[in-house]
T-cell receptor
Framework: AQSVAQPEDQVNVAEGNPLTVKCTYS??????LFWYVQYPNRGLQFLLK??????LVKGSYGFEAEFNKSQTSFHLKKPSALVSDSALYFC?????????????FGQGTTLQVKP | NAGVMQNPRHLVRRRGQEARLRCSPM?????VYWYRQLPEEGLKFMVY????????ESGMPKERFSAEFPKEGPSILRIQQVVRGDSAAYFC????????????????FGPGTRLTVL
């Protein structure tokens, strides 16, 4: 079965420190990969996506993500965390076998950045 | 440029009533997806629609749930005879041209409708 795993329910970092939010996937072939952020009682906001090319993708708000094909991972990173980055982060994949474009989401990781 | 609009933002229904959730896609987008987010869980795909067509409803429950996207007006997700287990946040997303020619397209999400069934 196709799936996305975010192994950490919560990640805690101090402001100014680097952060990593992990994501691994299990789908056939090479999927398209996405990260979204959700603030309380809000919808999902698109951060970045990997389609092809350079394995390091840069997105909104200083976030970046690294695609690792051998490890089937797409971890989200930021060099220096801000308190305002505290939110719920979702990794999602779109299998190439899906001709309807639906996304498969991980369960989400809560990022808590402390001052 | 307005984003994806959903209304109502909050909806309370008693068991057995009907719930109607509306979604207006972003300007220029003619493809709509509905997802459901249960408490403490990620989003689960429900249905994908183009104008006047249901393309993929593989994530829709077999009974009580239906969706439409008419030629004019918003997309509607309809839940008949709601039960407590239907309580969730329902998100709509839109994109310009998904499918084999647009798999790289980003889906943009609305703020969601939070349904509470008493």
């Amino acid at each position: 079965a196709q799936s996305v795993a975010q192994p950490e329910d919560q990640v805690n970092v101090a402001e100014g420190n680097p952060l990593t939010v992990k994501c691994t996937y299990s789908v056939s072939g090479n999927p398209y990969l996405f990260w979204y952020v959700q603030y309380p009682n809000r919808g999902l906001q698109f951060l970045l996506k990997y389609i092809t090319g350079d394995n390091l993708v840069k997105g909104s708000y200083g976030f970046e993500a690294e695609f690792n094909k051998s490890q089937t991972s797409f971890h989200l990173k930021k060099p220096s965390a801000l308190v305002s980055d505290s939110a719920l982060y979702f990794c999602a994949v779109r299998p190439l076998s899906s001709n309807t474009g639906k996304l498969i989401f991980g369960q989400g990781t809560t990022l808590q950045v402390k001052p | 440029n307005a984003g994806v609009m959903q209304n109502p933002r909050h909806l309370v229904r008693r068991r057995g009533q009907e719930a109607r959730l509306r979604c207006s896609p972003m300007k220029g987008h003619s493809h709509v997806y509905w997802y459901r987010q249960l408490p403490e869980e990620g989003l689960k795909f429900m249905v994908y629609l183009q104008k006047e067509n249901i393309i993929d409803e593989s994530g829709m429950p077999k009974e009580r749930f239906s969706a439409e996207f008419p030629k004019e007006g918003p997309s509607i997700l309809r839940i008949q005879q709601v039960v407590r287990g239907d309580s969730a946040a329902y998100f709509c997303a839109s994109s310009p041209r998904p499918g084999s020619g647009g798999l790289t397209d980003t889906q943009y999400f609305g703020p969601g409708t939070r349904l509470t069934v008493l």
